[in-house]
């Protein structure tokens, strides 16, 4: 069983469309977190939820809209997708982050073209 | 100043020596520090942790951590081929619960 799961893999579409990435986690961890890996590898917070509420909401374009209809599940959707919102969006989840660290899904690569 | 710090590299050594990797913080309020090894293609793998200064020990790797230098790094001795990767340094920021700050990663390159 996979951990932390993300759907789909691989995405390619074309600018100014719309698309949603998911992301589920049997773990029973509390907390999800959306993170963006640009092509030189850096990982950058974007969004988390605790209990499916938003805890942290960094400075993302709001085109960049989270939902968590339940602790185990935290899906994205990207609206009028723009060239550089291509890279590999990482879903984690964690009981206690500064115990334990994140455990991350596989990634979704993103390719706006 | 960036809150974590790592040289990208890429660092190469020959199969079996010893793997120097370093990481600063900026914010003296971080309590937590995190190795995580990704490989290519792959999504981030935790290998080590580490809360108290000193050093901690898990097989072939080696955490250090000195809060007063805001410093920690990882060793990783008798290095393989296959620990070629990049390692990424994560920090709980002001000593959140819930946020890890990554660094911009060290690539490896073990040489047989």
């Known amino acids: 069983d996979t951990a932390v799961s993300q759907t789909p893999k691989y995405l390619v579409t074309q600018m100014g469309n719309d698309k949603s990435i998911k992301c589920e986690q049997n773990?029973?961890?509390?907390?999800m977190y959306w993170y963006k890996q640009d092509s030189k590898k850096f990982l950058k917070i974007m969004f988390s939820y605790n209990n499916k509420e938003l805890i942290i909401n960094e400075t993302v374009p709001n085109r960049f809209s989270p939902k968590s209809p339940d602790k185990a599940h935290l899906n994205l959707h990207i609206n009028s997708l723009e060239l550089g919102d291509s890279a590999v969006y990482f879903c984690?989840?964690?009981?206690?982050?500064?115990?334990?660290?994140?455990?991350f899904g596989s990634g979704t690569r993103l390719t706006v073209v | 100043q960036k809150e974590v710090e790592q040289n990208s590299g890429p660092l190469s050594v020959p199969e079996g020596a010893i793997a120097s990797l370093n990481c600063t913080y900026s914010d003296r309020g971080s309590q937590s520090f995190f190795w995580y090894r990704q490989y290519s293609g792959k999504s981030p793998e935790l290998i080590m942790s580490i809360y108290s200064n000193g050093d901690k020990e898990d097989g072939r790797f080696t955490a250090q951590l000195n809060k007063a230098s805001q410093y920690v790094s990882l060793l990783i001795r008798d290095s393989q081929p296959s620990d070629s990767a990049t390692y990424l340094c994560a920090v709980n920021s002001g000593g959140s619960n819930y946020k890890l700050t990554f660094g911009k990663g060290t690539l490896l390159t073990v040489n047989p």
């Open positions: 984690a989840s964690s009981h206690s982050a500064a115990v334990s660290g994140y455990t």
């Open positions: 773990l029973g961890h509390d907390t």
